[in-house]
């Protein structure tokens, strides 16, 4: 059974930096063709794609976003790690990781973690 | 980057109603393009992908077309548990995938 769980920090400070964990089952992170992608969603607004890693340690970041994320992978603890400096109430949001699978040049969502609110306030 | 646009932005309508969500792209993109479906407090589920396959799981009822840059996302019979915030998605610029607003739908 293929699951994905964030975990990370409800509350951060401006200016402080974020880490959020995503640890999978049911997959192994270094299995060709496994790719692992972070979105986020403010409230009551679309989605917005940031970072993916794949299990050859391939990292594809948003380009608004991407002096400020790092995504890095632990195949061993089965973990995907983004961390996201500068923190602005901006960034509210409820952060995702998915699994992304890919059907030729088609990628897709198929698994998502249930997903963490991360406030920004002082 | 491809701009998605969804309408309507919310629709209101009542059970057995077919219902139709449309996603236009700023740029053509073949078939590129997959639907979710997203209820309150809950991570988004996969509907469509390539634009007219059913996810296994999705129930029959729902289908998409389209090609290009006009997308459509079609409830053949509206049911009460398909109340929820549908997107779309394109996937033709991946991996740095963008999202349609969203189409949040209510039953009257």
């Known amino acids: 059974q293929v699951t994905l769980k964030e975990s990370g920090p409800a509350l951060v400070k401006p200016t402080q930096t974020l880490t959020l964990t995503c640890t999978v089952s049911?997959?192994?992170?270094?299995?060709?063709?496994?790719?692992v992608t972070w979105i986020r969603q403010p409230p009551g607004k679309a989605l917005e794609w940031l970072a993916r890693?794949?299990?050859?340690?391939?990292?594809f970041y948003n380009t608004s976003l991407k002096t400020r994320l790092t995504i890095s992978k632990d195949t061993s603890k089965n973990q995907v790690v983004l961390i996201m400096t500068n923190m602005d109430p901006v960034d509210t949001a409820t952060y995702y990781c998915?699994?992304?699978?890919?059907?030729?040049?088609?990628?897709?969502?198929?698994?998502w973690g249930q997903g963490t609110l991360v406030t920004v306030s002082s | 980057d491809i701009q998605m646009t969804q309408s309507p932005s919310s629709l209101s309508a009542s059970v057995g109603d077919r219902v139709t969500i449309t996603c236009r792209a700023s740029q053509s993109m073949s078939s590129y393009l997959n639907w979710y479906q997203q209820k309150p407090g809950k991570a988004p589920k996969l509907l469509i992908y390539?634009?007219?396959s059913l996810q296994s799981g999705a129930p029959s009822r729902f289908s998409g077309s389209g090609s290009g840059t006009d997308f459509t996302l079609t409830i053949s019979s509206l049911q009460r548990e398909d109340i929820a915030t549908y997107f779309c998605?394109?996937?033709?610029?991946?991996?740095?995938?963008?999202f349609g607003q969203g189409t949040k739908l209510e039953i009257k």
């Open positions: 049911g997959f192994s992170l270094s299995t060709s063709g496994v790719r």
């Open positions: 998915a699994r992304t699978t890919n059907l030729g040049d088609l990628s897709l969502y198929d698994y």
């Open positions: 890693i794949d299990w050859d340690d391939d990292k």
């Open positions: 390539a634009a007219s």
């Open positions: 998605q394109q996937t033709y610029s991946a991996p740095r995938d963008t």
